[in-house]
């Protein structure tokens, strides 16, 4: 798995330093990017949680994701959250080491006791001892955190434990962008109350039996009933073992909210969001146990039009660390489109610098250190749509295309609305529920007169008559 790898440097080590009546923690940061551009030693926040024990509980969620390996056993996960701060909260992220099971923390201003939180985004290693602090508090101890965008440290009445920034997966990037296009489709379906939250949960199955179907639930009165197929409002709940991190928070749960998109017969994504004093917990899971959303392909379109990639350039300055970004704002701002508002705000995805929220039904801006270019040499269907392009083997036809790959040739046919059907065997089993195969794809692009070998948004003179190169991370 590629691994992005950053060089440290502080200008001094973090100290526990008395503060008149307490004590002050000065975590030394080594440099970040903030509204007012790359600083040196910035800060996000110092102050206090106001539910300790929820907080504390919420970490050990976001930090089990992190750590589980929901297919696959074999390895462990990366144990490395991703923590964000927003001017109005703070955000943990993370993805289980098979990447099915997106996790996020999301501490308000209501549960925040302190300075103005600041904005900027990094990524942490929640080890054995930063989790046995965690474990150790109760509702009486008082939690003193404080974030910088390289570390992250907690501090109870024993003493202080400092966590330094680990390597992030790429596989992590294509996630991240992936929930978040699979979640601004979501929409509520259910509600429950705390006591029958727990009263649920705690009824799931520990497993998915094999060689059955994925569980399907639905609203009933107060609670959530299981049912053999896809009713309407129903949501896929594809390993219900996957929920488990849940466990941590329930007994302070207030309510449950599930989100699903509509239902049309087939396994589809699902989030399931733990609301608590001041926070929310929030578990988006992919399809199926064995399928992690870096493969789902609901950023190829995105990715491979230059329109986007120019579109996300002028969007991206636009954004200011909002905590919700509204479209239709961003559309009034720039003179574009709703829909190429959203269609840039899927590419900027691809380079961390988005997410989603389905309790606010909005995005939110954040900084991952990706760039959507290095994004597009990790996504094998487009990169293999470039080197069809390159290769010549994109003949069109008014609404029908061919496309010549290996031995076979394709039928490419774009439907009154625009979407694109293909004879191949990747068409055949997904109907386009995963993204393009990679001959849509390549006439999606031969339409659009994309430059054959280059990254979309290239510009054409550096990127005329250069050869395709399929690194061996793609080839697949």
């Known amino acids: 798995m590629t691994r992005s790898v950053q060089a440290l440097a502080y200008a001094r080590p973090s100290a526990l330093e008395p503060a008149g009546s307490g004590r ?14 790359a600083e040196a030693r910035p800060r996000f926040f110092s102050g206090f ?31 490395d959250p991703v923590v964000t701060g927003n001017g109005d909260r703070l955000r943990f992220e993370s993805f289980s080491g098979c990447g099915g099971v997106y996790a996020r923390l999301d501490v308000l201003s209501a549960g925040l006791d302190g300075s103005e939180t600041g904005h900027g985004t990094t990524n942490v290693d929640v080890n054995n001892p930063l989790r046995e602090a965690l474990s150790r508090l109760t509702g009486d101890d008082p939690l003193h955190l404080r974030v910088g965008p390289e570390e992250l440290a907690v501090t109870t009445l024993d003493g202080p434990v400092v966590e330094k920034k680990v390597p992030l997966p790429d596989r992590w990037l294509r996630g991240f962008a992936e929930a978040q296009v699979s979640s601004a489709g979501f929409d509520l379906r259910a509600e429950l109350s705390g ?101 789902e392909g609901g950023v190829l379109e995105a990715l491979a039009t230059e329109e986007a990639a120019q579109d996300a350039e002028l969007v991206s300055v636009l954004l200011a660390w909002e905590p919700r970004i509204d479209p239709a704002d961003l559309a009034e701002q720039s003179g574009l489109s709703v829909d190429r508002v959203r269609a840039a705000l899927t590419r900027l995805g691809t380079a961390g610098r988005v997410g989603y929220d389905v309790a606010d039904a909005a995005y939110f801006h954040r900084e991952l250190p990706y760039d959507a270019v290095r994004a597009e040499r990790h996504n094998p269907r487009l990169l293999s749509a ?15 295309a061919s496309v010549a790959s290996g031995e076979r040739r394709y039928q490419v046919r774009e439907s009154e609305g625009g979407r694109l059907s293909c004879t191949c065997s990747w068409w055949a089993e997904y109907r386009g529920r995963r993204g393009p195969c990679k001959h849509a794809l390549a006439v999606r692009m031969a339409r659009r007169g994309t430059v054959p070998g280059a990254p979309a948004g290239a510009p054409a003179d550096r990127a005329a008559g250069a050869a395709t190169v399929v690194d061996a991370a793609g080839a697949a």
């Open 24 to 37: 002050l923690l000065g975590l030394e940061t080594s440099g970040g990017l903030t509204p007012r551009g």
């Open 195 to 295: 006591a029958e939250a727990v009263r649920f949960l705690r009824s799931l199955p520990r497993s998915q039996a094999r060689g059955r179907g994925p569980l399907w639930v639905v609203q009933s009165g107060r609670t959530l009933r299981p049912t053999t197929r896809p009713v309407a409002g129903a949501v896929c709940l594809a390993g219900p073992e996957r929920l488990v991190a849940l466990g941590r928070v329930l007994r302070h749960a207030t309510a449950l909210r599930v989100y699903g998109p509509v239902p049309d017969g087939t396994p589809a994504p699902s989030a399931w969001e733990v609301v608590l004093p001041g926070m929310r917990l929030t578990l988006t899971l992919s399809p199926d146990p064995a399928r992690g959303f870096s493969g």
């Open 49 to 79: 949680v106001t539910s300790p024990q929820v907080a504390a509980r919420g970490l050990l969620a976001v930090a089990d994701v992190a750590a589980a390996r929901y297919h696959q056993r074999i390895r462990p996960g990366s144990l």
């Open 386 to 400: 470039r080197t069809l392009l390159a290769e010549g083997a994109v003949a069109l036809d008014g609404v029908l």
